[in-house]
């Protein structure tokens, strides 16, 4: 691989694991279209950010943040706020791209996702995030599946509720953001929904389930990467081909043996 | 563990008679009546989802609950075995039944509506409540899930306080000490 893309081919590769991981708990929880809200937000922001003369970054986590704030102030989950975001994010990336001249360069590499302008900056942020994401996760996992399972128990036993639901909004937050700002919008968004849609449908187990969408989250990039790079496309929409294409052979995968009780 | 004193729930509007009786560690109460009567909005007034009109409910400190739902959270297609659901409540150091713990390993989501209805009965026994609240707990059970219900809520009863809602009047006499008739609400 000529050394020019090492960097954006191992920034992709941190958060080609993070993202599915982070995307189970919001499969979980029925967020998933909130991530395109979030990343559509972060877009905004990388935009905004650059207008501002800041940090393409800093500005794709402060639209991820306040989409996360909204979200909390709003009191939880509505796939009606989250629609709203999609087209906040939506109609502020392209009128800020249509009046800035380096707008319009980046919002088309949101759009479109282009990798290869994730660098050294990316890689180190996206390695910080994914060695303080795993434990967080670990930690969160079980906390988010009891809320799940039992709503009512939190209340009931006035638990400090808001560390694990709060931190899981601003760590899925960080991690849209920081897809957003190193993949581009929809790559973000696959990696974030396609790997723990196949999980949910196949692995015996939760555990199961976070290696399987793991393991497939960087197998897709690894393949992405060199499909893009060998027949020169654009990196995003190669990526979320190889999603669409893993989907459609998984319908062909046997479930786990004894993994249906049902009547049987 | 547990006093209601004229206690008065609803959530617009008042829905409970008023309802007066206590529960005390090691007790097994039931209410019985008619559906529509309150009975799933009192237990909700305990854990605070429903607001109380009038009255007063009292919990002795720290006491931590454990609650069933008439209508468990049931996801259609989630990856999680019934062994890792009980070890997110801490409800997996307790041996479980013979019958749910062949069933342990498999996803909750393939599961029928009898063997997922005990795995979350036993999660609510096993897990650390010392008050046990108990909404129609035999529902979508059969005879041979109702009798492991019945042995496993007396199993527990020592350690616990527990309130049984259910229509089911043949359970309710098998497992409660005594069981308050929904409509006089005094015991």
């Given at each position: ?14 958060l ?29 922001g990388a ?18 943040l ?5 979200k ?16 906040a ?6 009128l800020?791209?249509a009046n ?37 996760l670990?930690?969160l996992?079980p ?10 128990r ?30 581009g ?38 393949l992405?990467?060199?499909l ?13 081909v ?8 998984s ?10 009780f049902?009547?049987? | ?10 959530y ?8 007066t ?11 019985a009546g ?19 009109f ?28 019934g ?6 409540l ?9 019958r ?47 009798q492991i ?39």
């Open positions: 691989m000529d050394s020019l893309f090492v960097v954006p081919f191992f920034a992709g590769l941190t080609a694991l993070l993202l599915p991981l982070v995307g189970n708990l919001l499969r979980l929880r029925d967020e998933w279209l909130a991530t395109l809200g979030l990343a559509h937000l972060a877009g905004a935009l905004a950010g650059t207008a501002l003369y800041l940090s393409n970054f800093i500005g794709a986590l402060a639209g991820a306040a989409g996360a704030g909204a909390q102030a709003s009191g939880g989950r509505s796939n009606s706020g989250y629609g709203l975001m999609i087209l994010g939506w109609a502020l990336t392209l800020i791209a800035t001249a380096l707008g319009e360069a980046l919002a088309h590499a949101l759009i479109d996702g282009q990798l290869y302008f994730a660098g050294l900056r990316e890689l180190i942020i996206d390695g910080i995030l994914l060695v303080c994401a795993l434990p967080a670990k930690w996992a906390r988010l599946i009891a809320a799940r399972f039992f709503p009512e939190e209340r009931a036993n006035a638990m400090p509720t808001w560390r694990w639901h709060l931190g899981f909004d601003l760590l899925a937050a960080l991690a849209i953001a920081a897809g957003t700002a190193t993949f919008l929809m790559a973000s968004f696959a990696l974030i929904f396609v790997p723990p849609w196949i999980a949910f449908r196949r692995a015996p187990d939760w555990r199961r389930a976070q290696w399987l969408a793991a393991g497939l989250g960087v197998a897709g990039h690894c992405a990467f060199w893009a790079l060998t027949f020169d496309q654009p990196f995003g929409p190669v990526l979320v190889v999603f669409v294409i893993a989907f459609a052979m319908t062909f995968w046997r479930r786990p043996a004894g993994a249906d049902r009547g049987r | 563990m547990l006093t209601l004193d004229a206690a008065v729930a609803g617009a509007a008042p829905v409970s008679p008023a309802a009786f206590s529960v005390a560690r090691g007790e097994v109460v039931g209410l008619p559906n529509g009567s309150g009975k799933s909005t009192l237990l909700k007034a305990i854990l605070g989802s429903a607001r109380l009038s009255g007063r409910i009292e919990r002795a400190p720290d006491t931590r609950i454990g609650y069933l739902s008439q209508q468990p959270v049931r996801l259609p297609e989630v990856p999680i075995s062994r890792e659901l009980l070890a997110t801490g409800a997996d150091r307790m041996t479980p039944p013979a749910l713990a062949e069933k342990l390993d498999a996803r909750i989501d393939r599961l029928s509506g009898g063997e997922y209805q005990l795995l979350m009965l036993w999660a609510t026994l096993a897990g650390e409540g010392e008050l046990i609240l108990l909404d129609e707990p035999t529902n979508n059970l059969d005879a041979g899930h109702i219900a019945i042995d496993e809520i007396a199993a527990a009863r020592p350690r616990r306080a527990t309130l049984v809602v259910s229509h089911d009047r043949m359970f309710l006499d098998a497992v409660c000490m005594r069981v308050i008739e929904w409509g006089t609400a005094h015991g």
